[in-house]
């Protein structure tokens, strides 16, 4: 009954901002609809649409950074409930599964949405560009946090929340620059198709990782996992060098 309950508000929330986004969000000149007269057109133009994607200048080093911005986070997020919950003999937290809702559902959701805020207002002010470096740090190197949490194991539930949040507040803002790049990257006819096959590559960037995540861990126990975690860096920031991105994009248009 509790989840039953839990689901009929979030849909009636979501019904809610349906209606909200109908009426709110702005009609852009360029939102039109393409005129088809079958389905052999539909199919003609969705092949051009996504052959045009591949086709956009840079798209294999930009393919490479959404596959490489998060591999950190895609391997460690696929093993921070069961660190938590498993029992401290072996290598975990020992947490409640209420006790992990509040830490990473509570605790973590509100740190990942400041850190988000931030992360918006930074770029608005100094755009993309200059911001891509330090979010690429602050979406990596906070997940260090599960290295102490792994290696001292603290029964302070205090130590416990101020880690998480630490990691979710990083990734929150260094998730602002994935987001702003595959909009950037869209540019151009097809936009917003073309942002619909990022996303696709961002949730593959995000699935592959953690189809290995059990059998490493299990491998390596906690402490060595999440020490592996960190070697995801390297594709990070080696994809991050090679971007070339205008300096002016993000930046608010009240700034100028």
């Given at each position: 009954?509790?989840?039953?309950?839990?689901?009929?508000?979030?849909?009636?929330?979501?019904?809610?901002?349906?209606?909200?986004?109908?009426?709110?969000?702005?009609?852009?000149?360029?939102?039109?609809?393409?005129?088809?007269?079958?389905?052999?057109?539909?199919?003609?133009?969705?092949?051009?649409?996504?052959?045009?994607?591949?086709?956009?200048?840079?798209?294999?080093?930009?393919?490479?950074?959404?596959?490489?911005?998060?591999?950190?986070?895609?391997?460690l997020v696929k093993m921070v409930t069961p660190f938590m919950l498993d029992?401290?003999?072996?290598?975990?937290?020992?947490?409640?599964?209420?006790?992990?809702?509040?830490?990473?559902?509570?605790?973590?959701?509100?740190?990942?949405?400041?850190?988000?805020?931030?992360?918006?207002?930074?770029?608005?002010?100094?755009?993309?560009?200059?911001?891509?470096?330090?979010?690429?740090?602050s979406i990596t190197l906070p997940q260090c946090a599960y290295i102490f949490l792994s290696t001292f194991t603290p029964d302070n539930f205090?130590?416990?929340?101020?880690?998480?949040?630490?990691?979710?507040?990083?990734?929150?803002?260094?998730?602002?620059?994935?987001?702003?790049?595959?909009?950037?990257?869209?540019?151009?006819?097809?936009?917003?198709?073309?942002?619909?096959?990022?996303?696709?590559?961002?949730?593959?960037?995000?699935?592959?990782?953690?189809?290995?995540?059990?059998?490493?861990?299990?491998?390596?126990?906690?402490?060595?996992?999440?020490?592996?975690?960190?070697?995801?860096?390297?594709?990070?920031?080696?994809?991050?060098?090679?971007?070339?991105?205008?300096?002016?994009?993000?930046?608010?248009?009240?700034?100028?």
């Open positions: 009954m509790a989840w039953s309950i839990t689901f009929f508000i979030l849909a009636g929330f979501f019904i809610l901002i349906c209606i909200y986004h109908r009426f709110v969000l702005p009609r852009p000149v360029s939102d039109h609809s393409t005129a088809t007269n079958t389905v052999g057109d539909i199919f003609r133009e969705f092949a051009r649409t996504f052959a045009s994607f591949f086709q956009k200048p840079g798209v294999g080093l930009a393919i490479a950074f959404m596959l490489s911005y998060r591999l950190g986070e895609a391997m029992a401290r003999e072996l290598g975990g937290l020992g947490l409640t599964t209420g006790q992990v809702g509040l830490v990473y559902g509570t605790v973590g959701v509100i740190a990942l949405t400041l850190g988000g805020i931030i992360g918006g207002i930074a770029v608005s002010r100094k755009g993309l560009k200059y911001w891509i470096w330090p979010m690429a740090m205090i130590l416990i929340y101020m880690a998480v949040a630490v990691e979710q507040f990083g990734y929150g803002f260094g998730f602002t620059a994935y987001m702003l790049y595959m909009i950037y990257f869209a540019i151009g006819e097809h936009k917003t198709a073309h942002y619909a096959i990022c996303t696709a590559f961002m949730a593959l960037g995000m699935m592959l990782p953690g189809m290995a995540a059990g059998w490493l861990e299990e491998l390596l126990g906690y402490q060595h996992y999440f020490m592996s975690v960190m070697f995801a860096i390297v594709p990070c920031y080696l994809t991050v060098a090679l971007l070339k991105i205008d300096p002016e994009y993000g930046v608010s248009k009240k700034e100028n």
